[in-house]
Every structure is written in C-alpha cells, then in structure tokens.
C-alpha cells in the first residue's frame, strides 16, 4: 500500500522556522495537502495543493515541494502552533486507500 | 454555519455492528464527496472511505483495513452521511470523523467533530 513518510517529531523555540517534511513517491503526480491538529479537536486544514493557504490560515504557514517531498514551513513560530501535523495525499495506485495520511508529526514549541 | 455533527458513537461487541451518522448544514451536501477518517487514541489519522456525489454516481471507496465491513451511504434530502460498520474488531476503536470534500482545495475542508467508538472483546 502506498504511504506518506513524515518524521515523528520537530522542535523548534518560538520564533524561529519549522519544518516538516513529507516524503512519497506519487508526490510528483499527486498534490499534498496539510492539517494541523490540536488534543481533542478535529483537524484543520492548513496548506492545500502542495503550497496554497485557505482564507484565515495565518501566513507564517507556508508549504513546497521538491520531487518525492514535500514540506510544511511555520515561519516566526508561535506557542499556539503547537500541535500535531499530517501530510495528506491521493493513492494514485488506485489498489486501496482512495486517499492517504502520513503518520504525523508532533510540533513542540520549547 | 457549515457544520458536520457525528452521531450513533458507543459501545460494542467484537462481530457487532453500528451505524454512524453525518449531519451536514450551511453548503450544498448534495454536490459534495464525503470521506469518513478515523483517529485511535494517541494514533494518527486513517482514511475509511468516501462517497461521491450523485453526478458521479454515489461511487464509493473503501481502505483495504474496512472493506467487505463497512459501507458508506448517504441520504441527500437528509443531508447525512452514514457509516455502517459491520464485524467490528478491536482495532476499529477509534474517533470516527465525517469529512466534506472539496473540489476547490481537491482536500477535506470541513470536518465533524468525531464521533468515539469502542469495540469491546
């Protein structure tokens, strides 16, 4: 089956940039997309369509993609942004899963 | 307000079944794709499947993990969205959440709050 590789965890002291990486390798036919989530909320999504922000997503939240990666960039990271983050993307296979989630990656902010 | 509410979350049996409903409000539900995704306690999220709108069919999709066990239906002049899940497994607890899909984002822009599901052996 087809997955979406993100590192389990990033840290990062307020301010400064983050960066989560999402590997696959339908990412070059595939667009990715992002959502954050907060403990015991539903997720909301960030980053559409490999780099595009949804109206109210602040603009410190950036996404890009290069070949089989793509990445979520939080600029000037604040407290609030801790929170896990899921890369999401199609299965271009088409043998299972219509779509596809990474496994997370839990953002602290120190 | 667009909105999802979740609903028919509780406790079961291994090999029992349930039936989750999806009430949407606020956008035109008829001419949405739905997905249902489900999150195990401290686990990520899992895609389920989906159902397409009636211009496309009703066409559904299953994950490999559900298939033959759950089904996805849904009821326009309701505005809901169902999940049946039939022979559940322990490993099919989890929060079970509603998702509209969206053309514009190609992604799941609105999402329910979730609803908890426990298959007790």
């Known amino acids: 089956s087809y997955e979406l590789t993100q590192p389990p965890s990033v840290s990062v002291s307020p301010g400064q940039t983050a960066r989560i990486t999402c590997s696959g390798n339908a990412l070059p036919k595939q667009y990715a997309h992002w959502f954050q989530q907060k403990p015991g909320l539903a997720p909301v999504l960030v980053i559409y369509k490999d780099t595009e922000r949804p109206s109210g997503i602040p603009e410190r939240f950036s996404g890009s993609s290069s070949g089989t990666t793509v990445t979520l960039t939080i600029s000037g990271v604040q407290a609030e942004d801790e929170a896990d983050y899921y890369c999401?993307?199609?299965?271009?296979?088409?043998?299972?899963?219509?779509?596809?989630f990474g496994g997370g990656t839990k953002l602290t902010v120190l | 307000e667009v909105q999802l509410v979740e609903s028919g979350g509780g406790l079961v049996q291994v090999g029992g079944s349930l039936k989750l409903s999806c009430a949407a409000s606020?956008?035109?539900?008829?001419?949405?794709?739905m997905h249902w995704v489900r999150q195990a306690s401290g686990k990520g999220l899992e895609w389920v499947g989906r159902i397409r709108s009636k211009a496309n069919s009703y066409a559904t999709a299953y994950a490999g993990s559900v298939k033959g066990r759950f089904t996805i239906s849904r009821d326009d002049s309701k505005n809901t969205a169902y999940l049946q899940m039939n022979s559940l497994k322990t490993e099919d607890t989890a929060v079970y959440y509603c998702?509209?899909?969206?053309?514009?984002?190609?992604?799941?822009?609105?999402w329910g709050q979730g609803t908890m599901v426990t298959v007790s052996s």
């Open positions: 998702t509209r899909f969206s053309d514009h984002y190609d992604s799941l822009d609105i």
């Open positions: 999401q993307s199609a299965d271009s296979s088409g043998t299972y899963a219509d779509r596809v």
């Open positions: 606020g956008f035109t539900f008829s001419g949405s794709a």
